[in-house]
């Protein structure tokens, strides 16, 4: 049987008693006012959770993809929006410079981030390279002592209160993806703005903006990997990325059967309570058994990514089958709660808003099927 260790049971009970006791109390109301909830990642980078897998030496846990991944499920149960900070921070902005960064890029930049002292995020998509990301058209060029970006990204989680910043600069945008350089920007570097900040259908506690590259000037040790290579980067840190966005999506999907179960035991009709009702049990069982089959897709890449094999079409499966589960568990959830699932009182219906960014971002649905098709049709 494919079970977790101790250490990364240990892992998520702690996880699981945090994001209950802290952060699910006030998610609903973060949501309404569209709070960003600052306190909460200084108590998670205090268990050491935005650095999860950011060896001690540089600052951080030190601990495996797999325990990352059960966390995540955890805070993303309570609130999806502190998930998706946490996830950017860990996947997005550290794992790059962990994987691809020069000792000193390490030294410099994963403590503050593993520690929560910054945060972190990932700029890759830009107005006309979304899902399309090889044609990145910010562009980068070579100056004394270092580059010279000018450009737009958007849809930036974190871009709002991000320190560091994973981004990608074009040296030759007639060769696509061949010209991409990956780069370390700090928030400080002259020529570096927030642009204009995005009002979301779901998600409303983390924040999201466009960024501006304005003659944004990046010194030479600044590049991360060489020239050249910065698609491969931005591919991989995707491969972890949609681990962790699994890992949302499952989180959402759970508490949306938790919350289904609990009210369907409760709620009456036709003389009895409505889980005693085949119509109901049937959401339920549908909604329990793709839960566990996405959740052991989502182990399973993560093991991969522990073993140091390489993981792209597993990180797709996992992706696509959690996030349609999250949207198909929400969608059953409402429909389980009737009249009141649609109403603001009820978490269902955060559920519902929040579970629709799972099959969009890191790659949406038909990219995660592009993925998989090619790696099985060659
Ligand atoms: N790891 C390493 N290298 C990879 C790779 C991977 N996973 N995937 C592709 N590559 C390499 C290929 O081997 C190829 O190398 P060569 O040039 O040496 O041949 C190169 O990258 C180009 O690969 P493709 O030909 O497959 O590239 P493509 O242009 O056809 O695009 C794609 C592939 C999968 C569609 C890609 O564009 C993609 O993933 N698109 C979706 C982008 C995405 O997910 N964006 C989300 C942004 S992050 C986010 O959402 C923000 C947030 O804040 C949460």
Redesign the pocket.
Known sequence: MFDLTEDQKAIRSMARDFARAEILPGAMARDRDHTWAADLYAGLSELGMMGMFVPEEYGGAGLDVLSYVVALEEICYADASVG?TMS?QNS?AGWPILAFGTHEQKLKYLEPLATGKVFG??A??EPMA?????SQRTRAEKVDGGYRLTGNKM????GPVADIIVTYGNLDVES???GVCAFIVEKAFSGYAVGKVEEKMGLRSSC?SELVYDDLRVPAENLLHTEREG??VA??T??G?RIG?AAQALGIAQRCLDLSVTYANERKTFGKPIAQHQAIQWKIADMRSRIEAARLLTWRAAALKDAGE?C?AEASMAKLMASETANFCAYEAVQIFGGYGYSQEYEVERLYRDARITTL????SE?QR??IA?ATLG
């Open positions: 998706v950017v997005l995020c990932y890759l998509t979304g899902s399309d990301a090889g849809w930036i989680t974190n696509r993806h061949r999201t698609f491969k591919m991989a995707l491969d990325g966005i390489r792209t971002y890191e790659g949406t990219i592009l993925v090619k």
